[in-house]
């Protein structure tokens, strides 16, 4: 492949999620704090908003794909939020369970759920390092509680 071929990374389009119910899908990940940028009935497919970012989680519905519990180790999607233990707290609120306590990573704070389809997704802080987080709308990541 010469210079003129080749090709370069340059960022995330849409992560694609399947799942068995459209609708069961969106009324889950809308519990999950999640807003719906689109939803394509026909299409079989939902698109689910992150942060102000373009692209998005993509759910598409998909024959037969029945409820399941989460393959172990399978791929998650994080995504990050300013407090995993308040986004914990807001999930078991919504009765979402989580797949274990939130626990500690490198740069703050995670926890994991899975969806009926066993899709895992995290939400992550940067608490013990906030020069690396995004800036929240209301306030820098700086000032994040720990």
Do not use: Q
């Not at 068995?20 to 990940?29: K, P, Q, R, S, W």
């Not at 299409?43 to 759910?59: D, F, K, M, S």
């Amino acid at each position: 492949m010469s210079d003129e071929e080749s090709y370069e990374l340059l960022g995330f389009d849409n992560v694609l999620v399947p799942v068995g119910d459209l609708g069961e899908a969106v009324g889950f990940y809308e519990r999950a704090g999640f807003a719906v940028g689109f939803r394509f009935d026909e299409g079989g497919i939902a698109l689910l908003n992150v942060g102000a970012e373009t692209p998005g989680i993509l759910l598409r519905a998909e024959d037969g794909f029945g409820h399941r519990p989460p393959p172990w180790p399978s791929p998650r999607i994080w995504l990050e939020v300013p407090n995993a233990r308040v986004a914990a707290r807001a999930l078991s609120d919504a009765g979402i369970g989580t797949l274990d306590e939130p626990f500690a990573v490198a740069t703050g704070w995670t926890v994991e759920f899975a969806d009926p389809w066993g899709n895992v997704l995290g939400f992550t802080d940067y608490s013990k390092r906030p020069e690396l987080a995004r800036r929240t709308l209301r306030s820098p990541a700086a000032s994040c509680p720990a």
